[in-house]
Each structure stands twice: as C-alpha cells, then as structure tokens.
C-alpha cells in the first residue's frame, strides 16, 4: 500500500478538449501532470513510489459529471520533474519502450496508436454513447456491445478530435454505413442512402434498416445543444459522402 491506487482526470463538457489529449509526448506515450509542482507533495510521492515498485494504477477518466471511464492497468514508467509530470503507459505494450526522443520513429508511431485506442477512444466512445442515453441515434437500438462512437471527421483530420460534437451513437450496422459512404448524413440532421443502393433488392435488412431510413431524421440527439453534432463538420462530411 506505499504506492498511489488510482489517478483521474476531470470531467470536460462538450465542445473542451479534455487534458490529457495535449499532454502525449514525442514518444506518443500519455503524460499525467503533477499534483501542483512541488515534486514532493504526497500524491506525487504515490505515484513515484509506484513507479518504483512496477505498480499499476487505475485512471478514472470523467466523461460525464459524476462518471468515469476505468482504464486499468495503467503503469507509471518515467518522470519529468523539469515539467512536472510522470510518463504513463496505458497498455501492457507500452510498458518497456523507450522514452522522449531516444524512442525511434516506428517505435513512436506504434505507441501513440496504442494511446489512441486504450485511452483517447475509449473515453471518447463512453462520452458518445452517454450523451445519446446509450442508442443508435438511427435505429434507438440499445445493447450497448452493438453501439460505437462514430467520428463525423476522421482521427487523425483536422476538426477530427474526439469530442462529441465530433461523433455519433450508431449501431455498427449504421456505422458501417455510414464509414462506406452507403449512408450520409446532412447538417439538418436528415439522412440520404446512396441511390444505388436505394435501388437494389435484397433481404429485410436492407429494406428496413437501411432503405426505409431514407430522408428521415435522426432519432435521437444529446439533450445539450454543446453534444449535439457540429453542423460544420457534418457539412464537410456530407460533401466527402456526395464525393464518393
């Protein structure tokens, strides 16, 4: 029990960038600030000290005021006392890599695509689907292991941050849609199936669940006009989906 149990983050309303989508390094490996800048205040001390013994550590991430997302485990592998923050690795892969700029270019970009997915788009995804009440915002299907947070603007574009102005609840029949450019959405929130496919015969699931759904609206949105989807990047979409 010498070492720190669990770190978290705050909770970022719609529209913020949450904290820890600046602090990854060079290395792409996710930094975790200090308890203030006084290297020996107690929380730092934790998490030094679990550093030190190999200990993992739970991070609470809030997605929503009173909620968290749990990414564990999550290991302290380094410090930076000239700019008061620890060197976290939040994937078992991540654990022996080399830190700052002693780390090789793919060795780097391997590691920022595994920050990207056990912390950025999981805490991304639970923010998405909270805001929706936990349904495809086409379909109100429900069970959330078929839900996914869908990026309107691809990871990794510009305006494709993962906040959720930025995405949408879809079932990963809609998403799939919806990323093959079978589905666009306009910024009215009404939605257009590609005329091919408008014409095509096939069995019921094409007909009811992407056919039928043709100039209709989404049915659900965030009650918070901040969630909602930003019309912006919903236009600059629709424009790659008309493209297409």
């Known amino acids: 029990m010498e070492g720190a149990l669990s770190i978290s983050t705050t909770f970022t309303p719609p529209g913020g960038t949450p904290p820890y989508d600046d602090l990854i390094g060079t290395d792409g490996l996710q930094r975790y600030n200090y308890r203030g800048t006084d290297p020996q205040h107690s929380e730092n001390v934790a998490l030094r000290r679990a550093m030190e013994l190999g200990l993992p550590v739970i991070w609470f991430v809030a997605v929503e005021r009173g909620a968290y997302e749990p990414i564990y ?32 270019v793919d060795v780097r970009s391997y590691a920022l695509s595994l920050t990207k997915v056990r912390l ?8 998405v689907l909270l805001a929706y009440g936990g349904k495809c915002s086409i379909c109100r299907l ?9 990026h309107i603007i691809a990871d990794g574009q510009p305006n494709g941050q993962p906040v ?14 919806f990323d093959h450019k079978i589905l666009g959405i306009r910024p009215d929130l009404s939605l257009h199936v590609r005329p091919d496919v ?21 049915e659900i949105v965030p009650k918070s006009k901040a969630a909602r989807p930003d019309p912006e990047r919903l236009e600059e979409r629709y424009a790659e989906f008309l493209a297409g």
């Open 164 to 177: 959720v102005p930025n995405g949408l609840s879809l079932c990963k029949i809609h998403h799939a849609a």
């Open 73 to 104: 485990p999550v290991w302290v592998i380094g410090e930076e006392p000239a700019l008061h923050r620890f060197v976290l690795a939040v994937d078992p892969a991540q654990r022996f890599l080399p830190t700052g700029d002693a780390a090789p």
């Open 142 to 150: 429900k069970h959330a292991e078929l839900l996914d947070a869908a």
């Open 198 to 218: 408008l014409e095509e015969v096939d069995g019921w699931m094409l007909k009811g669940g992407i056919q039928e759904i043709h100039n209709k609206s989404l």
């Open 120 to 127: 950025h788009q999981r805490a991304f995804r639970a923010r």
